[in-house]
């Protein structure tokens, strides 16, 4: 019967979902104006878009309207009343649900621990893990995801724990889902689930704000968009009217083209620079693999199928129980990280908050970080020769939005990518392993990450990149290899299709 | 396109933003000093600004060593048992060897158990908190082993001389608090200028990154532990020779005061984040304090609060701070 009252009061909240506007909406920090006099409003059921480049306000206009941040001026109404929302609770009750760039879940609790999480006090002290149960049950369902209530949720990749932000939103009854690039994180197929479940959320009434920085993606999901440049308000026009072409122009301020880069042959005396044997780890079985001088392999699959353990072990992270790695013959000793450093491999790890960035440091020093020595003398800094090395790498990533000297915590996520990305290019690596490498960034920093890829490849980088985003993988590699629960299972030259790579890696 | 209009103008505004808040502690001990040079005759002499000095080269050694650990996340709270074993050490051997041969002893007995502190933290994977409480507690054991619970003291004729650190040297400081000042000076240009110190700000900040970048983790705490084991020799040296002798419990509950006066100089306990002058400046608070209750007469019990309510004011504005840096 409780759940049967609970339901009732979902269905009702979301017949509700209030109309939003927001007017003259300012944020500052500092004297770095970051959004200026944004005013928009969404219908309510709207799909709503929310684009513009890196570093543009997005997520900070999303984080005021779930009350992470507070704006300095402005103001919101809902359905035409005037609310003030100062804290994430405050706009919980008022049923908008944020669901951020970087997750917020706890990781030492299960998944059905965290879905719930915060509603326990709604039913007095006592838990009753049942009811749970049901209802994330339902959950699931709703979405169609597939996850374990028990698994703890720090184990999960980070595809699934974006699922499990879902759920709670959804379990909090949220009417409006704010979702920060909610797609970069997800696999063609997950992304599709993810689509489709926006779309019938919005069916039943709830108003969806999403960023994203993938056109198509946008404009087939949307109602309407809105494009912020400089923290500025540029459009709120109907996305029916739209092609990728027209975004971008309205996002960047002028006419732009981005063409996929020529990835050039790899020539056929190139020698083979690095070569995996039989490498197993807990995560991942039997790996061989072989990667010449110049040429880029790709790893496709599921999140979760071991793609990202593959690179770990190889980068000697993750402690491997057989098999052996060879960069040019030598032998790289198992599990040194500093070796694998030694022998020209560099990692750039699929996630930037936990595994890539020093967040209360400064961005400079997280560029420098992995390269410390080759700026030194006597074992101290040498400050001069770092700010000119880090400058010039920024610029070649196209980094914005702070100064070296401030934290990385302060440069918006699409930045932060670019400074991960700087940090292995300060000294060009001879083996580059690269996890997700555009993740969150804007097109036109896409664009240019990849002609950095396939021009450090042209220079004799050999590459391994594993991405979610099948078209970066197709586009980018000369050999695609499937993985499948931690083992390679098919592979690829670059002339397969799109559908032959999905099939190999999506069925069992 | 757009990229200086965005950054030109946040220089300015992030700068000024940033120094209200470094320095507000720096007000805060001016302020006080300013108080107390008011309202007594005696603050502003040379004579007091020795005896200043000379009180915080303790916990000045302490809290400089503090700084290292806690911005590479660990806490050392094994510091002052480590002070014990070594003082107690450098008397014994200078009752043998002479008063330099004892102190260059004392020295690499702390340096030694802050290596083997950290090796057990390390290897052990245990909260810094946990491992170091109980390491303290088998050094202090240790400690009456040794002396049989009693107070060691060198031969009478060494007295003199192992009286060294309470001479006046520099500017007629003490050596001791020239020891003090020279060690927070050497452990600050560390961690603003070296490799080593970067390090110890990546593995405070983000372990994982750090690994992941490279850094052996396990080592930059060891070291970091080795390098507190050795402040802690250096202050057991100022402690011993003040007093003469050296017993097993021996400064008790100061690695507390240190680890309060890196705090109130405001290094995040989080890690990743501080510098050395903030833990001066910390030091130097808490001194100034325990100074004025003197000079006004007051009761000192009453210091207590005073202390107590600032490492609270301290650590809520790191919070406040911290959370609004984020927003
Ligand atoms: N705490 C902060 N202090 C200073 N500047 C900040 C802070 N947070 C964000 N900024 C700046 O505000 C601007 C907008 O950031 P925001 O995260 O909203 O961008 P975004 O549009 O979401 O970009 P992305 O596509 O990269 O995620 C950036 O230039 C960023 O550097
Ligand atoms: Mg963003």
Redesign the pocket.
């Known amino acids: 019967m409780a759940i049967q009252q609970l339901e009732k009061h979902e269905h009702a909240s979301r017949r509700t979902a209030p109309e939003i506007t927001v007017s003259g909406i300012g944020k500052r ?2 004297a ?1 104006t ?1 959004l200026k006099d944004v005013t928009l409003s969404v219908a309510p059921g709207e799909i709503h878009g929310i684009m ?10 999303l984080k005021i309207l779930g009350g992470a941040i507070m704006a300095d001026t402005g103001t919101m109404e809902l359905d035409g009343h005037p609310v003030r929302i100062t804290t994430p609770r405050d706009a919980i009750s008022h049923g908008i649900s944020l669901i951020s ?1 970087e997750l917020a879940l706890i990781p030492n609790l299960s998944v059905l621990e965290n879905v719930f999480l915060g509603r326990w006090s709604n039913r007095g002290s006592l838990l009753s893990p049942n009811r749970d149960s049901e209802h994330f049950a339902r959950l699931l369902e709703d979405t169609g995801f597939e996850l374990d209530p028990r698994a703890t949720v720090g184990n999960l990749p980070i595809g699934q724990q974006q699922q499990v932000e879902i759920l709670k939103a959804l379990a909090r009854g949220a009417k409006v889902l704010c979702m ?2 909610p797609t970069a994180v997800l696999n063609e197929a997950e992304k599709e689930k993810l689509l489709h479940v926006i779309k019938r959320l919005a069916r039943t009434g709830t108003t969806v704000l999403i ?1 994203s ?1 993938y056109l198509e993606e946008v404009l087939g999901l949307v109602d309407r968009v809105t494009i ?1 440049r400089d ?1 500025q308000h540029i459009i709120t026009e109907d996305a029916a009217g739209h092609t990728p072409e027209s975004l971008v122009r309205l996002m960047v301020g002028r006419e732009v083209d981005f063409l996929v880069p020529d990835v050039p042959q790899v020539s056929s005396e190139a020698g083979t620079v690095v070569r995996v044997a039989e490498l197993t780890s807990a995560k991942v079985k039997d790996i061989s693999l072989e990667v010449r001088r110049g040429e880029i392999l790709g790893i496709a699959g599921l999140v979760g199928s071991g793609r990202s353990e593959t690179l770990l072990a190889i980068f000697g992270a993750d402690r491997t129980t057989g098999g052996h790695v060879e960069i040019n013959g030598r032998r790289i000793r198992p599990g040194s990280i500093r070796d694998a450093i030694k022998a020209g491999i560099a990692l750039i790890p699929e996630s930037r908050k936990e595994q890539g960035l020093v967040m209360s440091r400064p961005v400079a020093e997280n560029i420098a970080l992995s390269t410390l020595p080759a700026r030194s003398w006597a074992g101290f800094v040498r400050a001069q020769r770092e700010r000119t090395a880090v400058k010039d790498v920024s610029k070649s990533v196209d980094l ?3 100064r070296p000297g ?1 934290p990385v ?7 932060q990518q670019k400074a991960l990305f700087a940090k292995w290019l300060l000294n060009p690596p001879a083996v580059l392993l690269v996890d997700e490498p555009t993740r ?3 097109i036109a920093a896409k664009a240019r990450i990849h002609s950095i890829i396939v021009e450090l490849a042209a220079k004799g980088t050999a590459v391994i990149v594993v991405s979610s985003e099948l078209e970066e993988v197709l586009g980018l590699s000369h050999r695609i290899h499937v993985m499948r629960h931690g083992r390679i299972v098919a592979e690829f030259d670059r002339n397969a299709s799109r559908d032959e790579v999905m099939t190999s890696a999506f069925l069992k | 396109m757009t990229t200086t209009t ?1 950054a030109v103008p ?1 220089t300015a505004g ?1 700068k000024f933003n940033l120094n209200l808040k470094d320095f507000g502690i720096v007000f805060g001990l001016a302020a006080i000093m300013l108080f107390l040079a008011l309202n007594t005759g005696t603050f502003l002499t040379g004579r007091n600004f020795i005896n200043l000095f000379d009180q915080a080269a303790v916990v000045g050694l302490l809290a400089a060593a503090a700084t290292l650990c806690i911005i590479s996340g660990v806490f050392d709270l094994s510091s002052t048992a480590t002070l014990a074993v070594s003082s107690i050490s450098g008397v014994m051997l200078t009752q043998h060897f002479g008063v330099a041969a004892g102190f260059f002893g004392a020295l690499l007995v702390g340096a030694l158990l802050g290596t083997v502190t950290g090796l057990i933290v390390v290897s052990t994977k245990v909260n810094s908190f946990i491992g170091t409480l109980a390491v303290s507690i088998i050094y202090r054991g240790l400690a009456i082993v040794i002396t049989g619970g009693a107070i060691v003291a060198p031969l009478p004729e060494q007295l003199a001389s192992f009286q060294t650190w309470t001479w006046p040297s520099l500017f007629g400081l003490t050596a001791g608090s020239v020891l003090m000042l020279a060690m927070t000076i050497v452990l600050g240009i560390v961690l603003w200028r070296t490799t080593f110190g970067r390090r110890i700000y990546a593995v405070g900040g983000n372990q994982e990154a750090a690994r992941l970048s490279g850094i052996r983790t396990g080592s930059i705490h060891v070291a970091v532990f080795a390098i507190s084991g050795l402040c802690s020799a250096m202050a057991g040296m100022i402690l011993a020779s003040r007093a003469g002798s050296a017993q097993p419990a021996m400064a008790i509950g100061i690695e507390l005061t240190a680890i309060a006066a890196v705090v109130i100089g405001g290094t995040s306990i989080l890690g990743g984040q501080g510098a050395m002058w903030r833990a001066f400046v910390g030091v130097m608070i808490l001194t100034v304090i325990s100074n004025g209750f003197n000079l006004l007469h007051w009761d000192t019990t009453y210091q207590q609060v005073v202390t107590g309510v600032l490492i609270l004011v301290a650590v809520a504005a790191d919070g406040l701070f911290f959370r609004k ?3």
């Open positions: 920090y500092g770095t970051v513009g480049e890196n570093g543009a306000g997005k997520s900070t206009l760039q920060d690039e960023v920085h912020l923290g914005r939005g702070a401030q915590a302060n440069l918006s996520g699409g930045n969150g960034v804007d | 965005v946040s992030k840096s984020t927003r």
